[in-house]
């Protein structure tokens, strides 16, 4: 066995020629005295090109004085330390290097070893920059958000101020002068109530839709069966007096935030109650989706006004409406909140529908934990 | 003086001001209503300085204040008062525009005693603050002045 390892010189040697790092040996007349195989492999210079010339004149000129510097603390028996410079490659661009060096031994020379770090530094950079930029995004959000919410309480205190003073005069006039008023002049003041009435309701909803969009989510495991029985019981007023078919299928279990899940569904059902108003036979109809795609929610389906497929992407706007006021009562903002609220938990909310052939809306909420029961 | 003590209204809108006292006089309330225009002046008043020293020296039985005002809001007022030795037991009642979750937390947190939201229409303002007067003039038993 002995015979067969080769002297220790030799065995440095294939190690020497094996590194990819950058291996080399300086004198202190600022000469390469050897470089290995990887120098030629990584800048393209051959071992004699490297060492015909001082070493210096292959370094970046902005890093030649820090170079001289080291250089110069190795000569003079500094400890073993750890820069970096670029060194030109034979194309003419730059790679830079990360050293690690001995000082200067008995035999006069500083062994070095180098490893190109070319790569490693444009990605910190880059993961620099993206930092930064992402900072940047998040600080313009921040703003918007500040300025959002400076714009909301503004809303909430200086638009409804002038609005109670229509309002509260109005009905001080009424008071004063009611009484000789003929009926043109009641019905003026009348108007004046009822639409400033109306605005506030407006405001009020745009809040409660800001607010909407601010307030954390609170994540559970959310039985949508519970959820829907709640919901029936909110909107139970507006299903007195009427003979509605209410059917509901089994609904699963999802995961999100089950206060504002309980507001679509209320939504969804007082739309249902609403626009089924004139049928003989309303039929309301809950049943669940998804359950494969990670997607678990469900539908409301009712056999009411319905609307025509054409505007089917101004329902889910803010104060959007397919129906006159008179027609039928609301601001807006129901299906608003909805798609606001689904959005909110990543999911996705649309409608499909006909007119006079009832619509159904559905709601489909991501179940990333695969938590649907 | 008849014994029955003050009601201050502290309101910088005249508009908000005559609903106030509109509605004061809607619901025949026996106590005398002050006025403070700011917070400045609610504070002079509650404090009997400036132009308010010659003051009977009975605290009101409840401060009906307006969160919204100039340079001293209603939010410094309370916090003023509810760090006043001698002020910090009269009765506040924040009356304002707004619900804003901020107004609310801070209000509570600095001790308010009660915090109204001014129904639009004016019926409904008129009622609510007949149930404040009722409730803060008559049913309240105001700490005794200090």
Known sequence: MVERVPPSQERMHRIFDLSRDLFCIADSQGYFQDVNPAWEHQLGWTREELCARPFLEFIHPDDQAPTIAQYDA????????????????????????????????????????????????????????????????????????????????????????????????????????????????????????????????????????????????????????????????????ELEGRAVDLAAQALPTVRGDPSLLHLVMTNLLSNALKYTRQRTHPRIEIGPIGGDGGEAGFFVRDNGVGFDMKYVDKLFGVFQRLHSADEFEGTGIGLANVRRIVHRHGGRAWAEGALDAGATFYVALPQATGGAA | MTGLRPVLVVEDSANDLELMLEALRDNNLANPVDVARDGEQALAYLRREGAFQGRVAVDPVVVLLDLKMPRVDGLDVLRAVKNDRRLRAIPIVMVTSSREEQDLVESYRLGVNAYVVKPVDFSGFAAAVRQLGAFWAVVNEPPPTS
Request: net charge neutral; hydrophobic share 40%.
């Open chain 1, 74 to 237: 190795q000569k003079g028996g500094s400890q073993a330390i750890v820069f970096s410079n670029r060194y030109r490659d034979k194309s003419g661009g730059y790679r830079w290097l990360e050293w690690n060096a001995t000082p200067v031994g008995p035999d006069g020379l500083i062994y070095a070893v180098a490893r190109d770090v070319t790569e490693k530094r444009r990605i910190e950079a880059e993961v620099r920059d993206l930092n930064s930029e992402l900072a940047r995004h998040v600080g313009d959000l921040r703003r918007l958000n500040e300025e959002l919410e400076a714009f909301s309480y503004s809303v909430s205190h200086d638009l409804r101020a002038p609005l109670r003073h229509i309002a509260g005069f109005a009905d001080l006039l009424d008071k004063h002068v009611g009484a000789s008023l003929d009926e043109k002049g009641r019905r003026y003041l009348e108007t004046i109530r009822g639409a400033a009435q109306r605005m506030g309701k407006l405001i009020e909803d745009l809040l409660a839709f800001s607010r909407l969009g601010r307030a954390e989510l609170q994540l559970s495991e959310v039985r949508l069966e519970d959820v829907l029985q709640r919901a029936l019981a909110d909107v139970r007023p």
